[in-house]
């Protein structure tokens, strides 16, 4: 072979792999690696939010995006396992939720994109991020600092319980401090006495509100938790159970038959994470894309739910909430 041929051949041949690369990438379909620390059918209910999300930023699922999803049950010793699960499968970012999540997935991969969302923690604080305009690392998503969310709940709890003067908070121990600091501090400022009761794993949730009534309190209150999202309905029951009046972060908790809820929208804030994760698969690095705050939060009451306790929601109160449920 003449070298001018030879020299031809192995141009040809160089060219020819990156055009094979490139055609091989284009095929591929991204996996979204998606950790709910819950049981598995809330994942049905969130999946098509997520996917929504995802489909907005040009990624339909079947044929351009595979959605893996790994659900715990409530068990975060799971956490590790269901997290090795999907780094092994090569997924091309991570959507954890949750702060045990959050930390487990920051634990198992420097290197994968993570978009969290964790209602929970202060991640700059927690060391997780540089600054919520630029993370810095492979982690981004959407984060909330607790910041007037305490009073908020109490001052509602105050007008709908005449005379309310005990409170029993329930806090699951996997989620920060945070929010313990601050309700304690609200409840000073408004003289009302608490107990904070913990709830670590979803075996724990009927013994823990038999313990909460036997306290006697004027009202209950659920901080923030992914354990208090995926198993409300059990909780919703409880209240009614033994006659507590209750307010939580999530609305779902009164349109399962609680009374009272005022929070982020988690329908927007799933879609959100959705869109986020898009914009991660198209090219943008977790360290460069902004985290970021829910923006958009509801008062939901329910009046059902109050006539059963023989309560009344103040007419201002229900001019105030997004939604009344009848």
Known sequence: MRRRDFIRLIGGAAAAWPAAARAQQANKVPKVGF??????????????????????????????????SRATGGDPARLAPLLNELVAVKVDVLVPLGPAATRAARSATASIPIVAADLESDPIESGWL???????????????????????????????????????????????????????AAAKALNIKIEIMEIKAPGEIEAVLDAASQRSPDGLLFLSSPLFSAYTKQFADLTLKHHLPAIAFFSIFPRAGGLMSYGPNLDALYRELGVMAGKVLKGTKPADLPAERPSRFELVVNLKTAKALNLNIPNSMQLLADEVIE
């Open 130 to 184: 540089a600054s919520l305009a630029h993370p810095g690392g492979n982690l981004t998503g959407f984060f909330l600092d607790f910041p007037d969310f305490s009073t908020k709940w109490l001052g509602l709890l105050k007008e709908t319980v005449p005379g309310l003067a005990s409170v029993v908070v329930l806090w699951d121990p996997a989620t920060a401090t945070i929010q313990t600091k601050a309700i304690a």
């Open 35 to 68: 950790l709910y620390p819950g049981p598995e059918a809330m994942v049905a209910k969130r999946s098509p939010l997520l996917l929504d999300g995802l489909r907005s930023e040009g990624f339909h699922a079947p044929d351009q995006l595979m959605l893996v």
